[in-house]
């Protein structure tokens, strides 16, 4: 079957495809709340190909696929595999409503979804999209989700019922009065799949529904999810990058790549073989890893989530006897490990959770580990020097909200710091003023040793490159290369912003890349280098920048062409033009997959490690947060709450609950190991797989 | 210092370019600084409140807005100040924020005071007679032989009609629900449609200015110098001017591409969320009239029966040219 509608297609009035009722006159109206029809039909995707109108690639290509009611479906793969255009052609807003051309068959029980106007398609599979800003069209919580049961003219009183069951399957009744321009991220994302809900859908489509959430809002999100499922019997089809949070959720996993169903298997089986995963570019979740990492112990199915894990690590005895304790005295080379218990190294350097000495400089290094390891001590050892920017007891009121409430923070030369918190705790704002977003009301911010003036902020740009969470707003020109030579074009023309000449913007690709390997290394490398060397300098080329950014070959492209997370590598790759010294990235790995997160935080790793860079990343991703940062600085209510590495901190349960966080799943893991262990919790905890691994493994020999 | 000011030729010069240029340049960066986009998005954000206004009929709301708007063009000025000091009563029962109640007096009397100072220069009594400040040959190239009284009369007359319909419509605004006000138009007759698009407008303003300021943050985080100089630094103000004109077109391109993307979605959140479906919508909450409605359309038939009569025999109405 073929279907090409570019421009959508209206079905006159009474002439509805078969075994299809007019929208207003659905049974399922005339039932009370609480009683509605649960999902009865499969979701059946058979051999279906979609390539958008104008492309010679298809986006979709013989894609395979059924989800039963009752049924929630993880679908990843790596950027641009084809996810969000599944959502789309799943939701029937493709080929109506997005140009292109679609080969094979969505069917509902019968029903082909692909042939029905979205209207209809709508009250069948339920799509939420990525931005619940964009999906709330009014300004009360009531109004938005009795949006769509109004245009099916429902009588009023089951208007009020679909309103009052949306609400209470997403846990968001407290919400219903309240102003959509007051809602948190969660709360957003919660009322705009409350929205699709009151349609009354057998399948809910979600499109990275949990990119811009904290780890808790994210998982009120999920847990919903499975209300929903469990109670509804409804269809999900949930759309992630951030597997790791997703899975012990999902009842099935199917990764997508380059267009093409490679692996569809129950989530307990997804794993068993990692070749799939890692030919897509995919992480394995790092309980998975663990599972992997130690046959002799996961011998049955493997664990889906940090739960499944300690447990089956508990119920070992080799575990259970001593190697629960990783970390412990007798494997810590730095010998600071208490007595017993299994507490770890770092008890003598705790965390600074004072705020008024959170300023002070965190513990120089992190715990002793087993193998003698010391995950952070390594990264931790570069700070410590000069400040690279102070935070001075900072106060700061907006449109008469205390946003900031005397925060205090030191930031070292060569660090990388993470700034943690629930969303609007405070971390933005705290950053932006760095670079002279706002001033603040009480306190002072210094940058480089210098006094921050409110509105500098270009001036600002040259020692500060801020990454903002929505990269796309830092793109303005026609193609890739054009972005990255943007700063350095007005940079040189001078504070007036004159455009370059003719001849100069014509000029050749390999030349405008020089002009920003010449900015960055001039600042950090090659100062004394005539400029004409620097392009040879091997440090930068235009090749390596645009492979590392994952955009090799595309210089000559539009951005708006380019998917998300390729947008936002190319955002902090124009940045980096500035040669700034200190770098505030606002969500780095937001809307990539692990691959490409990976290789782009890695490549930020080796960035500052080689140039003395210095880093304060605001993120959600406690992976992240682990893996590359050397202090973490974790907010709430304005403040800074504690200081330290991150082995510390995620050992810190107290700062994590009272800031909303979640610590990574190997932190939690170990947390978890301790307390089986009837240990006291230890002051740091291990971060990595392979820490992890290597601090478990010994104590497995007797057994 | 009077006489070199008044009585010479330089100084009637010095005073002459004051007036007609610190109002044009001086006006825009107070009202940016003091307002900025920020300033009027929440300027037009409605304000969750339970009071009689709220509670209002909604089709009441926009037919009062629509009349008084009318009569602010029919009635004569003193009249139409007596509706405009009307108009503010209802303000005090709002009892809007100081913060919000800022930005409203600076909203007002921002372009009051554009308005006066344009009318009593360019505004030329018919006579020729009634200048307060005649300029000297120097400022001739601006077009105006000095500062009138009788314009700036007519001036304060326009300011009174524009405030009226100004604040009569940030009131309606500010006092309803964008969903009682699609309600409201669908009830009057006008096509879903409208209802949408407008309550789109109002949802999206907000969303859009907001969108700027972050996009003007991003370009200057790209390192484009946007700051302000100094008042005082008079030399780096057309390069200040300059860099602003030629961000226009920089920052247009994502703030386009990122709207367009943004209704792309929209509209296919509505189509999937059914709207169009019908021609007309069922709604959840229905107004039902109070004794406070009956009362308000009282007094809006009186409003309306008075401008009639104040028009059809000339009395406080508006002469023709006046």
């Not at chain 1, 005295?329 to 770890?344: K, L, Q, V």
Request: proline letters at 7%; aromatic letters at 6%; one cysteine or more.
């Amino acid at each position: 079957m073929t279907v090409q509608r570019p421009g959508g297609q209206q079905f006159p009035a009474g002439q509805l495809p078969a075994g299809q009722l007019p929208a207003g006159q659905l049974p399922a109206g005339q039932l009370p709340a609480g009683q509605l029809p649960a999902g009865q039909r499969r979701l059946v995707v058979t051999d279906l190909s979609f390539r958008y109108a104008g492309q010679s690639r298809n986006a979709l290509s013989h894609v395979n696929l059924t989800v039963a009611p009752g049924e929630m479906v993880l679908v990843t793969g790596p950027s641009g595999c084809g996810k969000s255009t599944l959502s789309l052609v799943l939701a029937g807003l493709a080929p109506s409503r997005v140009a292109g051309r679609l080969a094979g068959s969505v069917l509902l029980g019968e029903e082909n979804i692909s042939s029905l106007e979205p209207a209809q398609a709508g009250q069948r599979v339920g799509l939420v999209f990525q931005n619940p800003n964009l999906q709330l069209f009014h300004q009360m919580v009531e109004a938005e989700i009795a949006f769509g049961p109004e245009n099916l003219r429902l009588p009023r009183q089951i208007i009020s019922e679909r309103v009052d069951a949306s609400l209470r399957r997403t846990g968001a009744t407290a919400l219903r009065k309240a102003a959509t321009f007051t809602l948190s991220g969660g709360e957003k994302q919660r009322v705009a799949i409350a929205a699709t809900l009151a349609m009354e859908p057998e399948v809910l489509v979600l499109d990275e529904p949990l990119s811009d959430l904290d780890p808790v809002g994210a998982q009120d999100v999920l847990r919903s999810l499975e209300a929903l499922r469990d109670e509804r019997r409804l269809a999900i089809v949930l759309i992630e990058h951030r597997v790791d949070e997703v899975l012990e959720h999902v009842d099935r996993v199917v990764l997508l790549d380059d267009g093409r169903v490679v692996l569809d298997r129950p989530a307990a089986d997804a794993f068993a073989d990692a070749g799939p995963w890692l030919a897509a570019g995919v992480a394995l979740p790092e309980v998975i890893q663990v599972a992997r990492g130690l046959p002799e112990i996961f011998t049955g199915a493997l664990p889906l989530s940090v739960t499944q894990a300690a447990a089956v690590l508990a119920a070992s005895p080799g575990v259970v006897a001593g190697a629960a304790r990783p970390g412990a005295p007798e494997h810590s080379t730095a010998g600071h490990g208490a007595a017993g218990g299994g507490r770890m190294a770092a008890e003598s350097a705790p965390v600074t959770g004072d705020p008024a000495q959170a300023e002070e400089p965190g513990p120089p290094d992190g715990p002793a580990l087993a193998g003698g390891q010391t995950p952070g001590g390594e990264r931790a050892s570069r700070a410590g020097e000069a400040a690279a920017g102070v935070w001075a007891g900072v106060s700061l009121s907006l449109g008469g909200r205390q946003v900031l409430d005397g925060a205090s923070l030191v930031l070292h030369q060569g660090e990388w710091l993470a700034l943690i918190g629930a969303n609007g705790s405070g971390k933005t704002t705290l950053a932006g003023l760095a670079v002279g977003f706002e001033a603040p009301d009480r306190g002072s911010v210094e940058i480089g040793g210098a006094a921050v003036r409110k509105g500098s902020v270009a001036a600002q740009a040259e020692r500060v490159g801020f990454l903002l969470q929505a990269a796309d707003e830092m793109l303005f020109c026609n193609s890739v290369d054009d972005e990255l030579t943007f700063g350095p074009r007005y940079r040189r023309a001078g504070v007036s912003g004159a455009e370059p000449a003719a001849a100069g913007r014509r000029s050749a690709k390999r030349t405008r890349l020089r002009i920003m390997i010449g900015s960055i290394s001039q600042a950090h490398v090659l100062k004394d280098r005539p400029n004409d060397e620097i392009g040879h300098s091997g440090e930068l080329s235009q090749d390596e920048l645009l492979a590392v950014l994952g955009l090799q070959g595309l210089g000559a492209r539009s951005p708006w062409q380019l998917s998300q997370g390729q947008r936002q590598r190319l955002a902090l790759g124009a940045l980096l033009a500035g040669a700034p010294d200190l770098l505030i990235l606002d969500e780095p790995t937001t809307g990539q997959d692990t691959g490409h997160a990976r290789a782009f935080m890695t490549w930020l790793e080796q960035l500052r490690e080689r140039h003395g860079l210095t880093y304060l990343m605001i993120t959600h991703d406690m992976r992240a947060v682990a893996r590359y940062a050397s202090r973490v600085a974790v907010m709430a209510g304005g403040r800074i709450l504690a200081t330290g590495t991150p082995a510390e901190i995620f050992a810190r349960t107290d700062v994590l609950t009272e800031s909303g966080i979640i610590a990574p799943p190997i932190a939690r893991l170990h947390l978890r190991l301790a307390a089986s262990a009837g240990a006291p919790p230890p002051a740091a905890v291990h971060l990595d797989v392979q820490s992890f691994l290597d601090a478990v493994r010994p104590r497995l020999a007797p057994v | 210092m009077a006489h070199f000011l008044t009585g010479t030729l330089l100084g009637r010069s010095i005073v002459a370019y004051v007036i007609v240029f610190v109002v044009p340049l001086v006006l825009p960066v107070v009202f940016i600084k003091l307002i900025g986009l920020g300033g009027i998005r929440d300027l037009l954000a409605y304000e969750p409140k339970d009071t009689v206004l709220h509670r209002l009929d909604p089709r009441l709301k926009l037919i009062y807005l629509g009349v008084v708007g009318i009569l602010s063009v029919l009635l004569g000025w003193q009249p139409m100040l007596i509706l405009f000091a009307l108009t503010i009563i209802p303000w005090a029962l709002l009892r809007p924020s100081w913060q919000r109640t800022r930005l409203l007096l600076i909203f007002f009397v921002a372009p009051s005071v554009a308005m006066f100072w344009s009318q009593g220069l360019y505004n030329l009594p018919p006579n020729g007679q009634g200048y307060l400040i005649h300029f000297p040959w120097t400022v001739a190239w601006v077009g105006t032989p000095g500062l009138a009284k009788y314009g700036m009369i007519y001036g304060l007359e326009q300011i009174g009609r524009v405030l009226l319909a100004v604040s009569t419509s940030l009131l309606v605004l500010l006092t309803t629900d964008v969903t009682d006000m699609t309600w409201a138009l669908e009830h009057l007759g006008l096509p879903p449609r409208v209802g949408f698009a407008f309550n789109a407008a109002l949802r999206f303003l907000p969303e859009m200015l907001s969108r700027t300021t972050l996009v003007l943050r991003a370009v200057e985080l790209r390192g484009y110098d946007l700051s302000r100089p100094r008042w005082y630094q008079v030399g780096d103000w057309p390069d200040y001017v300059r860099r602003v004109t030629r961000c226009v077109p920089i920052v247009t391109v994502p703030l386009l591409i990122g709207s367009l993307r943004g209704t792309t979605t929209m509209a296919m959140v509505a189509d999937a969320r059914a709207f169009g479906l019908h021609k007309r919508r069922t709604y959840l909450r229905e107004h039902r009239q109070t004794r406070a409605d009956i009362a308000a359309w009282a007094l809006m038939a009186l409003l309306l029966i008075g401008a009639a009569a104040a028009v059809r025999w000339h009395f406080w109405a508006r002469p023709y040219g006046g």
